[in-house]
């Protein structure tokens, strides 16, 4: 089991950027990395994912504006948002998958003003 804690969110005008956190409250070096996106009304949308390696994959609404990354000393996963679209809005959630299962975090608010 892993506790992941999210932040980072806010509110921005369209075309700015913001970088969501994602703290593990233990090494998750072994562990696969995902940020999703629900915007309002709908369900859990997969936006990147970045694995022990480094390895990334992004939706295709996001490549070339969205950067995920981790920091294995610092048990934190990253998303770096920039050019961002009103379409972004929604509540953004980091998921840890490993061996053991998976875990969720509780959620950051984004919400982008056009």
């Known amino acids: 089991q892993v506790y992941l804690t999210e932040s980072g969110g806010g509110l921005v005008q369209a075309g700015g950027s913001l970088k969501l956190s994602c703290v593990a409250s233990r090494s998750f070096s072994t562990d696969t990395m995902h940020w999703y996106q629900q915007a309002p009304g709908k369900l859990h949308d997969l936006v990147a994912t970045i694995t022990p390696n480094g390895t990334t994959n992004y939706a295709d609404s996001v490549k070339g504006r969205f950067t995920i990354s981790r920091d294995n000393a610092k048990n934190t996963a990253y998303l770096q948002m920039n050019r961002l679209k009103p379409e972004d809005t929604g509540v953004y959630y980091c998921?840890?998958?490993?061996?053991?299962?998976?875990?969720w975090g509780q959620g950051t608010q984004v919400t982008v003003s056009s």
């Open positions: 998921r840890a998958r490993g061996y053991w299962g998976s875990s």
